[in-house]
Structure formats: structure tokens, C-alpha cells
């Protein structure tokens, strides 16, 4: 889906078309809708194509006196397997026009177009990427407390459980972790090569707001990191945890098993198509009932005697 907005001195106003020096918004787009890209709005064809690619890490380039640029914002979805990931965001900036392609519909996009940039400045595209930047690290923070509450309610899971379902899980949220702090750390890089770029002198822009945005994604890497650290640790407590719990089951049917051995193994001997002196005793089960009983009776307090039970 494509969508047109103009600047406005306290935000975006939507537009039906394009214009010349308007925002483009493009998520999700249909093989027309990337036509209309390469041949209207001249995006570079290779570029679109790393835009596509979900594995595609951040990075900054200028060609003919256009700012490409690859940021990796954050992405909730169920359906995959893991509740959070990152996906690539493209931004393509010229004199003309910015253009803003992701290749799924996401939150951060929605939330920012839908508000139209209410309650912020934006005065030149530079200043409007920044703030994206700004939004998307609140993503970022969002998304790292959700992850941290599912962590815990799988904590509290684990505590009554030793079946291996609660770690998987435990696994997926370090791994989005782990996808979070990569992209985080990318996206610093990105910001850096940003600020000592060459080319973007040219353009007036706020640096207090790229700095303030190059701290908040600071935050979020610093935020991610401690999670990871944690779900690190727990992990590996809740695994001995899990080992323990399995030994301690083990030991307890080995124990049952020794104990009706005693038993089994006195009714085996006399079980036997042998004489054995009991053959014509009117009592003789009872003293072999009675026999096997005291046997595993002696059995358990011996065992409960070297505290094995």
C-alpha cells in the first residue's frame, strides 16, 4: 500500500497523490506498487531488493545525490514462532521526495502516520527520519517490557513444571532478544555513520534531536542486553533446576523398584517346581507373604537408615 503526506510545520497532512518534495509511505507493496518505485520514484533496483531481504542489516550509502538508508525497527507476530523480530525499514531521500518502504505492514508505521506526527516539529525530512528513529526506540522499549513480562509469567510456569515446553519458550524470548540487540547495535552504527556523514551537512537539520535519539537507542541496547543477561541465567538455573527435579523422580522409582525386587524374589524361589519343604504346609503362603513383607520392611529402614529415601 502507497501513501502520500505533506509536511506541515506541526506535523504530516495525508495527500490523494504524489507531489513533488512529499512523503511516501509504502508497506507491504504489490508487484504494481514496486514498479511505481523503480520507474516513478526512481528508488535503485539492488537497493529495493536488500530492502526485501529480512536479514538485511543497517547501513547508510549516497548515490547520485541520494541517501539510501536500511534501519531495523522492531516486529510483532505470532505467527512465526517467535512473539518479536526485527525487520528491515528503507528510507530513500532526495530532493524531491523521501520515501519510506517496508516490505510487511507494522506498528511502527501505523502508529507514526496514524498520529499524521501530531505534538512534534518536524522542519526539514532529515528532522522527520529522526523522529521516526525517536518512535521506533519507543518500540523498541515497548516491546522489551512485554518481552520481559512473558518472561517472567514463564518463570512462574517453570516453577511448577518439569517438562521441557516452558524452556522452549524461555528460548524463544532470548532469541528475540538476541535479534533486538543485533538490530539495536546496527542501528547505532547506522546513526554514527549518519552524524559523520558528509553529505548530510548540507541539509539543516536538529542535532540535539539526533543526538537524543542516538541515546534513547543507547538505552534500549543497554535495556536488551540486561533482559538477555537475566534469561541467560535463568535458563540456566531452571534447566539444573529441571535436571534435579528428573533425578530426584528417578531415584524415587529406583528405590520402589529395589524394594519390590524383595518380594518378586522370594515368590520366584518358592514359585519354583522344586521341593522347598512348604509343599504340603497349609500356611506356607502366609509365611511367604509374611516373610516377603518383613524382607522389604528390613529393606526400606535400611535404606531410610543410610537416607537414601
Not at 507531489?19 to 520507474?39: A, F, Q, R, Y
Request: overall charge neutral.
Amino acid at each position: 500500500m502507497i501513501t502520500y503526506w505533506q509536511m506541515i510545520p506541526n506535523g504530516l497532512l495525508p495527500l490523494n497523490a504524489f507531489e513533488k518534495g512529499c512523503i511516501v509511505n509504502v508497506t507491504d507493496p504489490t508487484p504494481s506498487e514496486l514498479g511505481i518505485l523503480k520507474t516513478t520514484l526512481k528508488v535503485p533496483e539492488d537497493f529495493l531488493a536488500d530492502i526485501l531481504d529480512v536479514d538485511e542489516r543497517s547501513r547508510m550509502e549516497v548515490e547520485d545525490d541520494m541517501l539510501l538508508m536500511i534501519y531495523r525497527i522492531p516486529y510483532q507476530n505470532q505467527s512465526n514462532g517467535f512473539p518479536f523480530t526485527t525487520i528491515p525499514l528503507g528510507l530513500v531521500l532526495d530532493k524531491n521526495s523521501l520515501v519510506i518502504i517496508c516490505h510487511r505492514n507494522n506498528e511502527v508505521l501505523d502508529d507514526f502516520f496514524s498520529r499524521s506526527g501530531k505534538g512534534i516539529t518536524i522542519e526539514t525530512k532529515i528532522d522527520l527520519i529522526l523522529h521516526l528513529f525517536l518512535r521506533t526506540t519507543m518500540f523498541y522499549h515497548r516491546y522489551l517490557k512485554q518481552i520481559n513480562n512473558q518472561t517472567a509469567m514463564i518463570e512462574q510456569d517453570l516453577e511448577k513444571s518439569t517438562r521441557n515446553k516452558e524452556l522452549h519458550r524461555l528460548l524463544k524470548m532470548e532469541k528475540c532478544l538476541v535479534y533486538f540487540t543485533t538490530s539495536l547495535r546496527s542501528n547505532e552504527m547506522m546513526m554514527l555513520k549518519l552524524k559523520n556523514s558528509k553529505w548530510i551537512r548540507d541539509y539543516e537539520f536538529s542535532s540535539d534531536l539526533l543526538e537524543e535519539a542516538t541515546i534513547e537507542n543507547r538505552q534500549a541496547i543497554e535495556m536488551a542486553k540486561i533482559y538477555s543477561d537475566i534469561q541467560s541465567g535463568m535458563m540456566d538455573a531452571f534447566a539444573s533446576v529441571i535436571s534435579n527435579n528428573l533425578n530426584i523422580v528417578m531415584k524415587s522409582l529406583t528405590i520402589v523398584t529395589i524394594i519390590l525386587m524383595i518380594p518378586t524374589l522370594i515368590a520366584s524361589f518358592y514359585g519354583m517346581n522344586v521341593p522347598n519343604r512348604l509343599e504340603t504346609n497349609m500356611n506356607a503362603f502366609w509365611f511367604i507373604l509374611g516373610g516377603s513383607v518383613i524382607l522389604a520392611a528390613a529393606g526400606v529402614m535400611l535404606l531410610r537408615r543410610k537416607k537414601w529415601m
